[in-house]
């Protein structure tokens, strides 16, 4: 009987954990589409045409890789002065 109402409680807790998960997440998704929104970015899950980084072109194509090179290095020197 002892372990039956651990288990229950344990089910339970398991229950609101998950049940407060779905429920905050749902509203910081709806908060990031809207700064989605506000960039001019379509909501998250819906499939764009552009690739969201080049990593794409960067396996696909050794000289997209190569091209993006200086780009990466200015962004990353950029951010490692802040």
């Known amino acids: ?3 039956a109402i ?3 409680a344990l089910a339970i807790g398991f229950a609101i954990f998950a049940a407060r998960q ?3 997440g749902g509203r910081d998704l ?4 809207k700064m989605r929104e506000m960039s001019g970015d379509p909501p998250l899950g819906i499939r764009t045409q552009k ?4 990593a794409e072109a960067r396996t696909s194509n050794p000289f997209a890789m190569i ?3 200086p780009s990466d290095l200015a962004r990353y020197l950029k951010l ?3």
């Open 22 to 24: 779905v429920v905050y």
């Open 80 to 82: 490692k002065s802040m």
């Open 67 to 69: 091209a993006s090179l």
């Open 6 to 8: 651990i288990r229950s």
């Open 30 to 33: 709806a908060r990031y589409n």
């Open 1 to 3: 009987m002892l372990r």
């Open 51 to 54: 690739p969201e980084t080049n």
